[in-house]
């Protein structure tokens, strides 16, 4: 027999449809924005485990790392490509935070990534007001609770390029802007061990800055983990 609380429950869902982010059918788990078809089908690296993995490899003799890692495969026009697009660009924050609680999962179970704090590679002010969030701080955000260390977001900038900087050509002016983050609280990170986080890595430039910035906190020392590996 159908009782009140299922007829409310359906009425409920006819009216804000709770529908899986990857393909967009309806059967989810409690508490999921993914359905088991998607999250089974999502792509793994298991990088996390191995030492020496292409994503520790990218960085060798630019960026001292502890460790590093990524956790999916991204490919164009695949499951992959369409939940980054959701959680990136359509503000999509509860599947960010699932994201980020799946990341924290199996980077606390592979034992190498036992950090101190989490890092959420800075976006440009302007850019984050237009997006709405920064994406690196939803999926630290979901690591988080996970991996139970702080976030810390207030450490390192990202300063916004002005018009004043006229001289440069605009390709130029941007790649240089590109690179620059700027430690403003090194006594925050002074002697711990550092998870940097971001949505995706492909050549590694953006987060080798980010974290060359941060390892000059005395006796700080880095990590590296995205959510998505692209190749180049
Ligand atoms: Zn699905």
Avoid at 30 to 55: D, G, Q, Y
Avoid at 135 to 157: E, F, N, R, S, Y
Avoid at 173 to 201: S, T, Y
Wanted: some cysteine; aromatic content about 6%; hydrophobic content about 40%.
């Amino acid at each position: 027999m159908i009782g009140l609380k299922e007829i409310k429950e359906s009425v409920l869902h006819l009216l804000f449809p709770h529908i899986c982010s990857g393909c967009g059918n309806d059967i989810l788990p409690k508490e999921s924005v993914l359905c088991m078809r998607c999250i089974e089908a999502m792509p793994e690296t298991n990088f996390e485990w191995h030492p020496n993995n292409p994503v520790e490899k990218l960085f060798w003799g630019r960026l001292q790392l502890q460790a590093a890692a990524g956790q999916y495969y991204f490919t164009k026009e695949s499951l992959m490509q369409r939940l980054m697009h959701q959680f990136k660009y359509k503000t999509n924050r509860e599947l960010g935070m699932q994201l980020g609680r799946m990341m924290g999962e199996q980077l606390k179970r592979s034992g190498r990534f036992n950090a101190d704090a989490l890092i959420p590679l800075p976006l440009f002010p302007a850019k984050e007001k237009r997006r709405g969030y920064n994406q690196a701080t939803v999926l630290c955000q979901g690591m988080q609770g996970i991996m139970d260390i702080p976030i810390l977001d207030k450490v390192i900038t990202r300063p916004q390029h002005t018009e004043t900087q006229t001289k440069k050509g605009r390709i130029e002016r941007w790649k240089n802007m590109e690179g620059k983050f700027i430690l403003i609280d090194p006594a925050a990170i002074q002697g711990k061990h550092l998870v940097l986080v971001d949505d995706v890595v492909t050549t590694g430039a953006t987060l080798e800055a980010c974290g060359a910035e941060l390892l000059k906190g005395e006796n700080a020392s880095l990590s590296v983990v995205t959510l998505c590996v692209a190749s180049r």
